[in-house]
């Protein structure tokens, strides 16, 4: 199914970005411990990573956390940036409903764009890329660097989103009409780290800095 095609009437707005986080005991099961930092320790660093680009980014006017994690709730809010409960958990996609539903409450009108909270090596430069590609279209998303997964996914209404993350996402996100987004170089907003190997393709492309320091102090014993 082609996408539709031609900005919509929050066009010309600054994004309002949603950022789900899932409980950083529970996140990276597919991710073995880097030696001498465990997954909950770099979940957490991931998302401060993640949240970081997105408030470094130009057109990006604010950022919605959804998580019932206390700690992801407490470092969003120390950044002074506003931090919803994911309450009743109802998986990654409930989750970024409630969070551009939210967004309609704090920005009218404004278009709205859902990340993952994995991005490690996410550059703010690299983002506005892919955010300027996604304004042509009603709703468009960012395969990830496997060409299964989603990455990111906007709209120019936050209600007509229709997020369908996790698992083969990409094919999901096509058949619903949304457009792919390909002739951006974007490869720090396709990477999301789920695997040890990512993690090393992170590093090549360059951490975060919140990352960076873990496994730099992962590295020779040093307290994080």
Known sequence: MIGQVGPGPCAARPWVAVLPVKPFALSKSRLQPWPGADREELARTLFLDTLRALRTTDD???????????????????????AIPDHPRAGLNAAILRGAAHAQTIAPGAPVVALT???????????????????????????????????????????????AFEGSSR??????????????????????????????????????????????????????
């Open 171 to 224: 094919q999901r996100h096509m058949l619903s009409g949304a457009w792919e987004i390909t002739d951006v170089d974007a490869h720090s907003v396709r990477l999301d780290v789920d695997t040890e190997e990512d993690l090393r393709i992170a590093r090549r492309l360059g951490l975060g800095p919140h990352t960076s320091r873990l496994l730099a102090a992962a590295a020779t014993g040093r307290p994080r």
């Open 117 to 163: 909270s994995d991005l490690a090596a996410l550059r703010g430069s690299e983002l506005s890329e892919v955010l300027a590609a996604a304004r042509d279209h009603h709703r468009a998303f960012l395969a990830d660097h496997t060409g299964r997964g989603t990455t990111l996914l906007t709209a120019q209404c936050p209600a007509q989103l229709q997020p």
């Open 60 to 82: 990006v006017a604010a950022v919605v956390v959804v998580t019932d994690d206390p700690d992801a709730t407490a470092l969003a809010v120390a950044r002074g940036v506003l």
